[in-house]
């Protein structure tokens, strides 16, 4: 993490969801930063200077709408494990921290664990519960995303 003081706010937000879908599928989608914006609402733009799953160690860039203010974000992506996990560690002005997902193939599909931990020295209201409704309608869309992929 980026160079937060450990008196700061810190969160940890996590989520599982069965997305009936491959898990290589599932894997390769989440682990393309420039196709976050498609299913996840706070990404306005994710620039990773890579065709396609990112490997250990890359680095890439996010602008994120946080509160409705332009947040640019730098990641470094720490572990990225085919298929069963990609955890990156982000830092910007307002926020540092890490995203995880693990994949487990579960009978015809996939069990996706999300966790996302931040902390921030910024006292906004509402901003947990702003992080946990943005977390799980990127994890409802990224589940219809992969599930019915022609709408």
């Known amino acids: 993490m980026g160079q937060r003081q450990s008196h700061l706010l810190q969160e940890r937000l996590s989520h599982e969801l069965y997305i009936q879908a491959d898990i290589d599928t599932v894997y390769y989608y989440v682990t393309q930063p420039d196709r976050w914006p498609e299913w996840q609402p706070s990404c306005l733009r994710a620039d990773t200077g890579f065709c396609g799953s990112l490997p250990a160690g890359h680095r890439f860039s996010e602008v994120m709408n946080l509160l409705g203010v332009q947040i640019p974000m730098s990641y470094r992506v720490l572990n990225a494990v085919f298929p069963k996990e990609f955890k990156a560690v982000f830092s910007s002005a ?21 966790t996302l931990d931040y902390c921030t020295d910024l006292q906004l209201s509402g901003l947990r519960a702003r992080m946990e409704q943005l977390s799980t309608q990127a994890l409802g869309n990224l589940k219809q995303r992969l599930e019915h992929p022609g709408d």
């Open 94 to 114: 307002a926020l540092d921290g890490t995203v995880h997902y693990q994949l487990n193939k579960q009978s015809d599909g996939t069990l996706l664990r999300h």
